[in-house]
């Protein structure tokens, strides 16, 4: 059964720092990994999906890679601003499962 | 930007109502799913749904769960006689052509059962 993880589950940093968020993931066998931001009582926003295939993603500040043998995935947030202030989420789409299996998600407090 | 939109927002029923929660996929996505997050827990995984029938399904959508596609843009979750542990945020989402393509998830149906 898949797991995901996300560590640590708060982050707190200074306005301008950059940020670096992990997810680790038990079965490498997935097709390919989301990260979501999620506002407190809100829906979840996609930011990035990477491709099992792939080692990298980009999008403006945000940065994701991946490294699937090892079960590992990592987003970058370059330069960070009070607005990033929201809980992360990973998700990992399994090869064999309409389903996306998420991790616990890690909470970011961007302080000015 | 189209987006998925969900009906209602926020819905307080007592233990052993039927409830209907609606979604409104994005117009040409042909993968729609269904998911929950308890207060302080992961989202999980509910149902999928395509080509009109459940692609696949959790431990957790028992009997007293289906869903529906009613017509050409609705899609909803119904829990038959909801129990005090069906209290959560229900999110729908959709994707394009292929499961495996980016999931857009809607604002979410906050359900208290009491």
């Known amino acids: 059964k898949q797991e995901v993880t996300q560590i640590p589950a708060a982050l707190s940093v200074p306005e301008g720092e950059n940020l670096v968020l992990n997810c680790s993931f038990t079965?490498?066998?997935?097709?390919?990994l989301q990260w979501f931001r999620q506002d407190p009582g809100k829906g979840l926003t996609s930011l990035l999906l990477?491709?099992?295939?792939?080692r990298e993603q980009t999008s403006g500040r945000l940065n994701a890679s991946l490294d699937k043998s090892s079960g590992r995935s990592t987003l970058y947030i370059a330069a960070s601003q009070p607005g990033d202030s929201a809980t992360y989420l990973c998700?990992?789409?399994?090869?064999?499962?309409?389903?996306?299996?998420f991790g616990g998600g890690t909470r970011v407090l961007v302080k000015p | 930007e189209p987006e998925v939109t969900q009906t209602p927002s926020h819905q307080v029923t007592q233990m052993g109502q039927e409830v209907i929660l609606r979604c409104v996929p994005i117009?040409?996505?042909?993968?729609f799913y269904w998911y929950r997050q308890i207060l302080g827990q992961k989202v999980e995984f509910l149902v999928s749904?395509?080509?009109?029938?459940?692609?696949?399904k959790s431990e957790i959508f028992d009997d007293q769960f289906s869903v529906e596609r009613p017509d050409g843009s609705n899609f909803t979750l119904k829990i038959r006689s909801t129990k005090l542990e069906d209290s959560a945020m229900y999110f729908c989402?959709?994707?394009?052509?292929?499961?495996?393509?980016?999931?857009?998830f809607g604002p979410g149906t906050r359900l208290l059962v009491l």
């Open positions: 989402a959709s994707s394009e052509v292929i499961p495996e393509e980016t999931q857009y």
């Open positions: 998700a990992v789409f399994k090869a064999a499962g309409n389903k996306l299996t």
């Open positions: 990477i491709q099992s295939s792939q």
């Open positions: 079965d490498s066998a997935i097709y390919n």
């Open positions: 117009s040409n996505h042909l993968y």
């Open positions: 749904f395509y080509n009109n029938e459940i692609s696949e």
